[in-house]
């Protein structure tokens, strides 16, 4: 059974930093394109930014520049790292693994984490 469990979200003031964890089970992650997405109420699930499973890393614009996702393969563990946030960013933090086959498509998503940017 596959488990991607999100943590660290919470309550900020504008400018400051969090890092989100999302830890995983029944798969391993060096073996997926791993990604954050979010959702903010009223508005449909957006892409934050994806690593492959070579580590190679893309981003949304709207978060170039003040977010970072790396991965702890011994911890099958990936973050994301939010630097200088933004009212913007106020929305449930999704983790998602991504894997296609030529037999099938594997994705699979956590319950999500709640982050709120303001003062």
């Known amino acids: 059974q596959v488990q991607l469990v999100e943590s660290g979200g919470g309550l900020v003031q504008p400018g400051g930093s969090l890092r989100l964890s999302c830890a995983a089970s029944?798969?391993?992650?060096?073996?997926?394109?791993m990604g954050w997405y979010r959702q903010a109420p009223g508005k449909k699930r957006e892409l934050v930014g994806t690593?492959?499973?070579?580590?190679?890393?893309n981003y949304a614009d709207s978060v170039k520049g003040r977010f970072a996702i790396s991965r702890d393969l011994a911890q099958n563990t990936m973050y994301l790292q939010m630097n200088n946030l933004e009212p913007d960013d106020t929305a449930v933090y999704y983790c998602?693994?991504?894997?296609?086959?030529?037999?099938?498509?594997?994705?699979?998503w956590g319950q999500g984490t709640q982050v709120t940017v303001s003062s």
């Open positions: 690593t492959t499973s070579g580590g190679i890393t």
């Open positions: 998602n693994a991504h894997k296609t086959t030529w037999r099938r498509t594997e994705d699979h």
């Open positions: 029944g798969i391993a992650i060096s073996a997926y394109t």
